[in-house]
């Protein structure tokens, strides 16, 4: 029996790294960075403008990668963002970020909108963004 679950868990080896996500904007937008801080307010519809005073569009991911973000943006689990946004949209105060289904359409979005910012896997960057901040 020892040696069956062995050889399953040696055939099905569990994914133990997590994806290093970076918050990325189209490549004109001529901030340097942003703090946590600051991409956790736009994300989280505090201010709809960058530190520069240009209009921010933030873009979600429908993805698993979602949850990762928020859980290393705000240390909170995706359910909370859920309610948070829930209660904000209730109120009317403000929408939530346009979300896309993946790295892919998130990468199109920002090199077409100078405004954009939106998270991906930093595998997938390329020289048509730019990035803002690591999330470690």
């Known amino acids: 029996m020892k040696k ?5 868990v040696l055939a099905f080896p569990i994914p133990s790294a997590q994806a290093e996500l970076v918050v990325i904007t189209h ?3 001529n901030l340097n960075n942003l703090t946590a801080k600051q991409v ?6 505090r201010t709809r403008l960058f530190p520069n005073g ?3 569009l933030p873009i979600d991911q429908s993805s698993p990668l979602r949850a990762e973000f ?4 705000t240390a909170r689990p995706v359910e909370q963002i ?3 946004w829930a209660r904000i949209m209730f109120t009317g105060q403000a929408s939530p970020p346009q979300q ?10 920002v090199r077409e909108n100078e ?9 997938h960057v390329d020289n048509t963004v730019h990035i803002l901040l690591p999330l470690h």
């Open 100 to 109: 896309l289904p993946d790295d892919k359409a998130v990468l199109q979005t």
């Open 70 to 73: 928020y859980q290393k943006l």
């Open 4 to 8: 069956l679950l062995l050889s399953l």
């Open 54 to 56: 240009k209009f921010a």
């Open 27 to 29: 490549i004109s937008n």
């Open 115 to 123: 405004g954009a910012i939106g998270y991906i896997d930093k595998t």
């Open 40 to 45: 956790q307010d736009i994300f989280m519809g």
């Open 82 to 84: 859920n309610a948070y």
